[in-house]
T-cell receptor, first 113, second 115 residues
Framework: AQKITQTQPGMFVQEKEAVTLDCTYD???????LFWYKQPSSGEMIFLIY??????QNATEGRYSLNFQKARKSANLVISASQLGDSAMYFC??????????FGAGTTVTVRA | NAGVTQTPKFQVLKTGQSMTLQCAQD?????MSWYRQDPGMGLRLIHY???????DQGEVPNGYNVSRSTTEDFPLRLLSAAPSQTSVYFC??????????????FGEGSWLTVV
């Protein structure tokens, strides 16, 4: 069974608007971590934001925020005030247990001027 | 991606050839791992290590071999390359579990083509 599901293969967003990328996860481990990574066309993996399963507050990092709904097993990424440089592939990932990461299939975001 | 170095960045192999993808980190991280990325499938874990001398299989280990003789290095070996191993490979490292382990560093990726 898929541990991480990203249902949006691709999205278009107008520059300066906000965009929400969906991520749902499946785990029975009470302690886990959720990550979002950005992969531009150059290929490197860029860490964006982290949310721990016991964190009370939703994580925020600059223009990135994570909408964590634990009961629904959802960890959506919100990018505010989109910029042309935000065009990339975005991956949601979950760490269970010690270290192993499971990744979703990714969402391609294209920002239009 | 400062701190995790992968080589080579690009490689073309013939079916049946062997090669080693190198990964080194200089941050004294306990955890190191190898992932492969195929179109439409995200990253999948091949092998990982929780410390020198300790390795274990991930989700897609077949056709790959690893060893961890030092904390710094975690090479990935393809013993007999197959076209199905054409992929982009990423090495990653981090500290152990806990808040410091939430920062996972990735190498820049190695593009491997098997013909």
């Amino acid at each position: 069974a898929q541990k991480i599901t990203q249902t949006q293969p691709g999205m278009f967003v107008q520059e300066k608007e906000a965009v929400t990328l969906d991520c749902t996860y499946d785990t029975s481990d009470p302690s886990y971590g959720l990550f979002w990574y950005k992969q531009p066309s150059s290929g490197e993996m860029i860490f964006l934001i982290y949310q721990g399963s016991y964190d009370q507050q939703n994580a925020t990092e600059g223009r990135y925020s994570l909408n964590f709904q634990k009961a629904r097993k959802s960890a959506n990424l919100v990018i505010s005030a989109s910029q042309l440089g935000d065009s990339a592939m975005y991956f949601c990932a979950m760490r269970e247990g010690d270290y192993k990461l499971s990744f979703g299939a990714g969402t391609t975001v294209t920002v239009r001027a | 991606n400062a701190g995790v170095t992968q080589t080579p960045k690009f490689q073309v192999l013939k079916t049946g050839q062997s090669m080693t993808l190198q990964c080194a980190q200089d941050m004294n991280h306990e955890y190191m791992s190898w992932y492969r990325q195929d179109p439409g499938m995200g990253l999948r874990l091949i092998h990982y290590s929780v410390g020198a001398g300790i390795t274990d299989q991930g989700e897609v280990p077949n056709g790959y071999n690893v060893s961890r003789s030092t904390t710094e290095d975690f090479p990935l070996r393809l013993l007999s390359a197959a076209p199905s191993q054409t992929s982009v490979y990423f090495c990653a490292s981090s500290y152990g579990r806990g808040s410091s382990g939430n920062t996972i560093y990735f190498g820049e990726g190695s593009w491997l083509t098997v013909v």
